[in-house]
């Protein structure tokens, strides 16, 4: 097993050592697994709170910080962080306007958060949550009722992020939230497994000369499997199979992501192929981002995602941001 670790038990909280020691703006507690901006809780905003498996950063901990959230919960490789984790992440952020949860749909997410929703009511805490489900590939797969939560994560995080940052209401950044995640689409594709620590090696089968057409980022299957194809046909076949579920009447934003271990270089001659598919579809980009930020520990692949936006989105979209995994304007 090559990886830069010392035992699979203690990868998380090593990670997030190493994140406090580099980040001294947040507030890293890794006995109980909760990361939240330095300055919480701002007096009258209201609070992003989301969370998720570790081995997909810089989601969700790299997101924190002004302009987006304000604390992240990280649980165990690939496993839904616990209801108390989520609790002391809310009580630690709340100023009193508010905490929205940020909950991609994975079953296990999806019952830890409203768990802690209730015992944060129960304490006098304001909560609202909004359930990402952007994937088009699959319905009701391993680990999902339902469409899975991928890339789309980013964009309801950044733009409700830039509304509470504003002094928007609890109710205007849920519903911002919610008019995001209806608005994104998303498509996975895998060109290599994916290796656990606790594993030590690929979780599941992709021979040599195949790729995984719509793969989740834990390596749930997706629609199909085919021969390799080039950087060309995926986006034919990725972005297409955006468009015919997401149908966009407007301009759209474009997140070309990397799944953890293809370059850079590749990622960007993919976008390259994802904005020749666009034009060729008459759908304007209003902004475009490409690089690691949704992933899968070192799965080789890439996801698009898709979302339609107005100028009021953008705007919020261009707002100034100040976390470790995502920063401008300021």
């Known amino acids: 097993m090559r990886m830069l670790i010392n035992v699979p038990e203690t990868v998380v909280a090593d990670g997030l050592r ?49 302009g987006m959230l304000s604390a992240a919960c990280p649980g165990e490789v690939f496993t839904s962080p616990v209801p108390d984790q989520m609790l002391r992440a809310a009580a ?29 009511d129960e304490e006098g805490v304001q909560v609202a949550q909004v359930l990402v489900n952007d994937d088009v590939a699959v319905t009701d797969s391993l680990y999902t009722a339902g469409r899975r939560g991928t890339g789309a994560t980013l964009f309801v995080e950044k733009i409700a992020g830039a509304a509470a940052e504003e002094g928007a209401p609890l109710e205007r950044v849920a519903a911002l939230a919610r008019q995001v995640n209806e608005a994104s689409r998303s498509f996975g594709v895998a ?22 057409l719509g793969v989740g980022i834990h390596g749930e299957p997706g629609r199909e499997r085919r021969p390799m194809m080039t950087s060309r046909e995926i986006a034919d076949f990725a972005v297409d199979a955006v468009l015919e579920d997401l149908r966009p009447q407007s301009p759209v934003m474009v997140l070309v992501n990397g799944m953890g271990a293809t370059p850079l270089l590749e990622l960007y001659g993919f976008n390259a192929e994802v904005q020749r598919v666009l034009s060729e579809r008459g759908v304007v980009v209003a902004r475009t981002l490409v690089g690691n930020y949704v992933t899968s520990l070192d799965m080789a692949g890439c996801s698009v995602t898709l979302c339609q936006v107005d100028e009021e989105l953008v705007r ?11 920063r401008w304007g300021r």
């Open 191 to 212: 060109l290599t497994s994916v290796t656990t620590p606790a594993k030590g090696s690929p979780t599941f089968d992709l021979p040599p000369g195949e790729l995984e």
């Open 18 to 66: 190493g994140m406090a020691a580099a980040h001294p703006e947040l507030t890293v507690d890794v006995e109980n697994r909760v990361v939240v901006r330095r300055d919480a809780p701002v007096a009258g905003k209201v609070a992003l709170v989301s969370g998720g498996g570790s081995g997909h950063e810089p989601l969700h901990a790299g997101f924190v910080g002004p």
């Open 316 to 326: 919020l979209w261009d707002a100034p941001v100040q976390t470790p995994a995502l």
């Open 92 to 120: 630690a952020v709340d100023s009193g306007a508010g905490v929205l949860f940020v909950v991609k749909n994975y079953t296990g997410d999806v019952l830890n958060f409203e768990m802690a929703a209730e015992l944060a």
